[in-house]
């Protein structure tokens, strides 16, 4: 009933995108020009063939979230993974305000400044089992990751996944402006994060049952003693490897050693074979790398485990299909929600909306604005798309360069918060259908945080354009 629950809700999602393209007409902006349309009505084998579509332009998503599930099936075989889990917990028994506060604060400052958005839901696994096992329900567990990474998103600083793609839509825009605006608004959304999770988590911890083992393996008895320290090796390695490639040093820091050590990788030649870019393939810089190579780092990690641990090659491959299934669910989810994506970009209608809601002021106006940068998210899911479609006819409306930082800093800081409760919203519906936690049940939990990072946040946009 969970499953469905989610299911629901994400074709609502789908239909609702459908009917507007039945009731509006489309609107784009090309080369600066504002091209009225006619309708453009999905039809009924246009609904059944967009979703296919999704596989192709964002396949990379659905082959991150299963490499992820296989990567956990082949750590929970290890017979070391649970032990590792119950020293965390132990560690921190009668302190687990503490790693939660940790984790939030954490995910939240490594997504702010390396961009690893969706890349981030690798520990969410980790995190979520040992706030489980810790006696606090899925909620906290839910909002502590999807929380804390949207944060990170809602204040990013130096993110590659959301700044470039603004800076390049307004004018004058670099990753430096408003960059004490950006902190303030990551700080502030941290604590009332923290505060309200931290409170929640406070009153009904151990008040559930006892934990899944979806969530949660069992331990499993080795002849031979297995040392933990290799997979928290391999774990921190790896996600510091995909830190590290996400964070434009060459742009930003002005830091050109990735540059030179990726330039000097794929030009070696031996004997005038260029041999490490061969075996290697085509590979961006050290920096600006992708969703693209992340599933590909992951499963060289998860092979990595089983060779370490020895495992022998039937059960390293019965504990990657038996991670996979449970990874299938929320790709699958992931993959309809891009759906509303591509209407979104075949029948572009929802500029009509955002003309609609600008219009209702004379001049600039922070609330339209800001109802223009939620709904943008909802519908486009994805920064780079909110950046290609809505702010080149933002620009066309509103000429007063001088107004675009408070833009960036709305549209940035509203997108997250649109996916806090967003039916698409990636993180969030992947989380929920991960923990099998109902899309309303959660909207039932969330709402208080909403309304006060709402508040805040018109708050601080207000005085941005006043000073």
């Avoid at 609904?47 to 396949?59: D, M, N, Q, V």
């Avoid at 017979?79 to 590792?84: A, D």
């Avoid at 690798?122 to 489980?132: A, Q, R, T």
């Avoid at 969330?446 to 805040?456: A, D, F, T």
Wanted: proline share 3%.
């Amino acid at each position: 009933m969970k499953k469905h629950n989610l299911l629901k809700v994400v074709f609502i999602s789908i239909l609702v995108a459908v009917l507007l393209t039945w009731l509006l007409p489309t609107l784009s902006v090309q080369y600066g020009q504002v091209i009225e349309g006619t309708r453009q009505q999905v039809g009924l084998l246009d609904f059944f063939t967009y979703p296919t579509l999704t596989f192709t332009y964002f396949g990379t998503v659905f082959a991150m979230i299963l490499a992820i599930g296989a990567f956990y099936g082949v750590l929970s075989k290890t017979g070391i993974y649970r032990k590792l889990l119950d020293k965390i917990v132990k560690g921190f028994a009668g302190r687990e305000w503490l790693f939660l506060t940790v984790t939030m604060v954490v995910i939240a400052g490594i997504t702010s400044v390396s961009g690893l958005n969706y890349a981030m839901m690798f520990v969410f696994p980790f995190v979520i089992s040992v706030i489980l096992l810790m006696g606090y329900n899925k909620l906290v567990a839910a909002t502590t990751t999807v929380g804390s990474l949207l944060v990170g998103i809602m204040g990013t600083t130096f993110g590659t996944a959301n700044i470039p793609y603004v800076t390049s839509a307004l004018t004058g825009i670099t990753v430096y402006s408003e960059i004490i605006t950006k902190v303030l608004i990551l700080i502030v959304g941290l604590i009332l994060l923290v505060f309200n999770v931290l409170r929640y988590a406070s009153k009904t911890r151990n008040t559930t049952d006892e934990v899944d083992s979806d969530f949660v393996p069992e331990a499993v008895t080795a002849k031979e003693k297995k040392h933990i320290w290799p997979a928290v090796v391999i774990f921190d390695l790896l996600l510091l490897v995909m830190i590290l490639s996400f964070i434009p040093w060459a742009d930003v820091f002005e830091l050109e050693l990735f540059t030179n050590i990726t330039e000097w990788v794929t030009s070696y030649e031996l004997f005038g074979f260029p041999i490490f870019a061969k075996i290697i393939g085509q590979v961006a810089e050290f920096g600006y790398w992708g969703l693209t190579q992340i599933p590909t780092l992951i499963l060289m990690a998860t092979g990595l485990l089983a060779l370490v641990y020895r495992m022998k090659f039937n059960d390293f491959l019965k504990a990657m299909i038996d991670g996979l299934k449970k990874a299938i669910f929320p790709g699958a989810i992931v993959l309809l929600i891009y759906t509303v994506l591509i209407i979104m970009v075949y029948h572009p209608v929802q500029l009509v909306i955002a003309k609609f809601l600008l219009g209702l002021t004379e001049s600039f106006n922070v609330v339209t604005m800001g109802a223009v940068a939620i709904l943008s998210g909802i519908f486009n899911i994805d920064m780079t798309y909110v950046s290609q479609s809505v702010l080149p006819y933002i620009v066309t409306v509103i000429t007063d360069t001088d107004l675009y930082p408070l833009i960036a800093v709305m549209f940035q800081s509203l997108y997250a918060f649109a996916m806090l409760f967003a039916p698409t919203s990636v993180v969030l519906m992947a989380t929920l259908a991960y923990l099998k936690v109902p899309y309303t049940e959660w909207l039932k939990h969330i709402w208080k945080l909403l309304l006060q990072l709402l508040v805040v946040l018109f708050v601080i946009f207000t005085i941005l354009l006043l000073i």
